[in-house]
T-cell receptor, first 108, second 112 residues
């Protein structure tokens, strides 16, 4: 079945440093979505990528979809304490499959 | 405003009891999903439905069942609760199969 690997599992940064999480699939994806879950909260949709090589930006967040549509990344520039939480990728070609998430902590 | 709600928000039960978790959405979404979230495992799909009378097994469906009698509700039933089913359960809905999923606030279940 479809597998999605997300790395790293945890990332601790100093406020102002950059952060990147990667999502890798064993199969070609039709699309990929990214979600953020704050501590104690529920996942909230951030963005969806559909096209090969697609790059989308939301303020300090940059999302990329690989040329082969098998991997994706989320990059945060100059992290802030409000960025803390767990970031998940979701692939839903067939059954809905989440990566295990990357938990980001930011030290002020 | 349209929303998705879950009840109860917290539940403590005993091993062997039947438990039903409710999920209700007012967006008129065709697709509904149940996930469980455990430390180190992210969100794992239990069951999902693409419309009324449609239900499908997810990655971790053993010990769980769902039914979809209307568009708004997808209750999740634990037939005979086990300690391994202690978890946080999230319900979600989406308008299309590969569209944005909107999550409920979650239900924390403790099985003693």
């Amino acid at each position: 079945g479809q597998q999605v690997m997300q790395i790293p599992q945890y990332q601790h940064v100093q406020e102002g440093e950059d952060f990147t999480t990667y999502c890798n699939s064993s199969t070609t994806l039709s699309n990929i979505q990214w979600y953020k879950q704050r501590p104690g909260g529920h996942p909230v949709f951030l963005i969806q990528l559909v096209k090969s090589g697609e790059v989308k930006k939301q303020k300090r967040l940059t999302f990329q979809f690989g040329e082969a549509k098998k991997n994706s990344s989320l990059h945060i520039t100059a992290t802030q304490t409000t960025d803390v939480g767990t970031y998940f990728c979701l692939t839903n070609a067939g059954k809905s499959t989440f990566g295990d998430g990357t938990t980001l902590t930011v030290k002020p | 405003d349209a929303e998705i709600t879950q009840s109860p928000r917290h539940k403590i039960t005993e091993t062997g009891r039947q438990v039903t978790l409710a999920c209700h959405q007012t967006w008129n979404h065709n697709n509904m999903f149940w996930y469980r979230q455990d430390l180190g495992h992210g969100l794992r799909l239990i069951h999902y439905s693409y419309g009324v009378q449609d239900t499908n097994k997810g990655e971790v469906s053993d010990g769980y069942s769902v039914s979809r009698s209307n568009t708004e509700d997808l209750p999740l039933t634990l037939e005979s609760a086990a300690s391994s089913q202690t978890s946080v359960y999230f319900c979600a809905s989406s308008v299309g199969r590969q569209e944005t999923q909107y999550f409920g606030p979650g239900t924390r279940l403790l099985v003693l």
